[in-house]
């Protein structure tokens, strides 16, 4: 299955060396690293397992890619091909023409300096 949105007429973005492009399943690990490291600042109770990631890639990011409607629409963030973050649309609600916008990104990739003691 292609991982490109039915759904959007533009699938990739690049601004300078930052781009984004639709949810990539090689970034299923490292994402599910970063929700739970800040597991403080998001809606997840519980931290991820391997298998809560792949679940949610196959029942919920990857019908995405193909459907009129989806109610996800997650990219990968990258700056000069090395995943930063990952977000998108979520809830979208299609009937009311509304959703969340909703993204997370790498702790340093806000602050490239950052040293953890």
Do not use: H
């Amino acid at each position: 299955m292609s991982n490109i949105y039915k759904c959007l007429p533009i699938n990739f973005f690049k601004y300078g060396s930052y781009n984004t492009e639709p949810f990539r399943y090689q970034d299923l690990m490292k994402i599910k690293e970063w929700r739970n490291q800040q597991i403080d600042v998001l809606r997840q109770k519980t931290i991820l397992t391997d298998n809560d990631q792949f679940n949610y890639y196959t029942q919920f990011i990857e019908p995405s890619f193909t459907e009129i409607n989806p109610r996800v629409i997650l990219f990968s963030f990258l700056f000069d091909g090395e995943l930063i973050g990952y977000g998108g649309l979520t809830n979208c609600s299609w009937v009311d023409k509304r959703s969340e916008l909703s993204f997370l990104v790498s702790m340093f990739c806000l602050y490239p300096n950052f040293v953890a003691n």
